[in-house]
């Protein structure tokens, strides 16, 4: 848990489209101007300083500029080194290097209910916005190790399906994100035009073929704009 620390006489505000605003976080942020990317230095309880950059759209997505728990960093050493690199980055231009753009490429008709990074295993999840009746919850999940390009694609139709979510395909090992997304955008339109594929067969019974042997053409990717919000933590 990290605590907020009193910022430190003469630290600026603004630094090369980076403006400071505590709210959000326990620590000081500066975010981008639209948001997408922050830098918070913060203190341990036990006084411990640290610093890292982060894509606010997903769970997990920074890299630290100041290692995690150094006692060696005060905390006006470490602001000084965060401004210096904030002049050196634009925060346009800064882009964790295993998040997949096209994951904000949102289906139409849903949400980006989760992009998680572990430490290992990535996870991306969407839910359908206007469930039909016989369902309350209709998600689809992506879940893998981008180290290795080895996903399985699921859908979690609650209550037909209890607990995990039911597999509908595994793409052949190295299959890149960007061509499993594509897919599963199309099985994401068949799902939105056509909600009786997935409340009329029982569990067990779903495979991708159906979704994307007919599937209408999904609509115009959004350039990876998305509502943001504040993730935080590691997956």
Known sequence: MGVTPDIPDGTPHEVNGWTLDPEPYNGLPWFGDDGR???LVSASISGNVYAKV???RASGAYEYLLGDGDESYSLER???EVVGWMERNDPEEWHHPRLEPSAFDIPEGYSLDIYSLGKQKTSIRYELDDCPEAVRVVRIRIEGYDSTDNWT????????TRGHGEEIWDPEKGTDLLDVLARVRRVATAIEANPSTVTVPDRGELDIEQFTSNAPTPSQPSSGQMELGHFGGEA
């Open 153 to 160: 694609v699921e859908i979690n139709r609650t209550p037909i």
């Open 78 to 80: 470490a602001v000084s």
């Open 54 to 56: 982060n894509d606010e």
């Open 37 to 39: 990317v922050s830098v």
